[in-house]
């Protein structure tokens, strides 16, 4: 999900609808005070005895009871232990500061949500909300600002790994477990929804599914590049929410706020990363500094839309077309450009969002079982050993095709 970035509109636009409701407020009040003045009351008539009657009555006390309420309960106490873990997000880029090209200025293009999960100093945001930083800010909840450092991002989950100084730590999160969530519990999700004028922003809603498959888009290229398990709420998830906590009763997240549907008519459709994937990648993140997956080093497109654009000639209708064979294991195995991927290890291989989900199920260095259909229409079963996604990346051009 793109975050906040345009301020002018953003301030002006709720500033204005506040001194709208404050205007029609004294507008309201007006009116009333000048239709009493309009129609004065006689003090010389005589008062009826239905008038006494409800005079006496009003005069009449009317017994109060002190009802004490508990606002300490469940979502409060939660917010009170997760919120100042919650901070901003800053991204700067640099900007031409002249029509020549003569120099460039650090400006901010967006804003996002953290969540303080180490004592170290480590925040865990999304990667689309650092992405292309040339600086990223810390807004801590005391208001205070911290220059963090980028210890790594992780574009096919979509999550990054930042770093502060422990100085500025008071609080760190209690990570959850989102293997038993239920449809139904209670969601509290946290942020700075629109920015800094909004942050800490608490939305409550229940989880309405917790496996949902969405696909995971590089916001520069527009490419897709994975398809993720995510966990589904109305709470309202806005776009500044991106990278903040998804929390449950007890205050312990569950989830990273990513996305949600933005489209006319669709409300309370919000989407999060589960804690216990997003565990996995933050741990290798902040170990190594990068974490990598394992690919067949290939190009590929999906054979539906090859058919659809092209008018390929293609022996079967669902798979993915190989485009290019760009590791040397891919080329020892067999596979060669043209050829239509169906099958690994006898699962289904429909499009490239299927494929790459069977091969994130693996890992770098095994051998996969492959049905595969030439140009010719015969079928054909190749054993392939998978290579890490960097070093096929290195391999060749793949910046127009997904590469799995």
Request: with cysteine.
């Amino acid at each position: 999900m793109g975050f906040y970035d345009d301020k002018t509109s953003r301030s002006t636009g709720w500033k204005k609808s506040i001194a709208l409701v404050a205007l029609s407020a004294f507008v309201g009040s007006a009116s009333t005070f000048a239709m009493m003045k309009s129609s004065p009351i006689s003090t010389t008539q005589p008062i009826s005895t239905q008038q006494t009657s409800s005079k006496a009555a009003a005069s009449t006390p009317v017994p109060v009871s002190n009802v004490s309420v508990n606002v300490n309960g469940g979502i409060v106490e939660a917010v009170k232990k997760v919120k100042p873990a919650i901070v901003g997000i800053v991204n700067y880029g640099k900007t031409s500061s002249d029509p020549f090209n003569q120099g460039s200025a650090i400006q901010e293009q967006g804003e996002g949500s953290g969540i303080i999960f180490d004592k170290e100093g480590y925040i865990v945001t999304n990667n689309h909300v650092v992405e292309g930083a040339s600086k990223v800010e810390v807004l801590l909840p005391n208001e205070k600002k911290a220059q963090a450092t980028v210890v790594g991002t992780d574009p096919y989950s979509d999550l990054a790994v930042l770093k502060i100084p422990t100085a500025y730590i008071t609080t760190v999160a209690t990570l959850g477990d989102s293997g038993k969530l239920q449809v139904g519990e209670p969601a509290i999700a946290i942020g700075n929804p629109l920015g800094q004028e909004f942050n800490q922003t608490v939305t409550t809603g229940v989880i309405s599914a917790t496996q949902r498959m969405m696909p995971v888009t590089d916001e520069q290229s527009g490419q897709t590049l994975n398809q993720q398990a995510v966990l589904q709420t109305d709470a309202a998830i806005n776009p500044g929410n991106s990278g903040g906590a998804l929390c449950n009763v007890e205050g312990q997240v569950i989830g990273i706020n990513s996305s949600k549907i933005a489209k006319s008519g669709v409300e309370g459709m919000g989407f999060a990363i589960p804690i216990n994937e997003a565990r996995q990648i933050i741990d290798r993140i902040v170990k190594s500094g990068h974490i990598d997956y394992p690919a067949l080093g290939i190009s590929v497109s999906d054979v539906q839309q090859n058919a659809n654009e092209q008018n390929l000639n293609l022996p079967v209708a669902q798979g993915v077309l190989i485009t290019q064979v760009q590791s040397l294991e891919a080329k020892r195995g067999g596979l060669q450009r043209g050829d239509v991927i169906t099958a690994m290890n006898g699962a289904k291989i429909t499009d490239s969002f299927s494929l790459h989900s069977e091969l994130f199920k693996q890992k770098i260095g095994d051998t996969v079982t492959l049905t595969v259909y030439r140009s010719n229409g015969k079928e054909q079963t190749l054993s392939v050993k998978l290579t890490s996604l960097s070093a096929a990346a290195s391999s060749g051009d793949s910046s127009n095709t997904i590469l799995p």
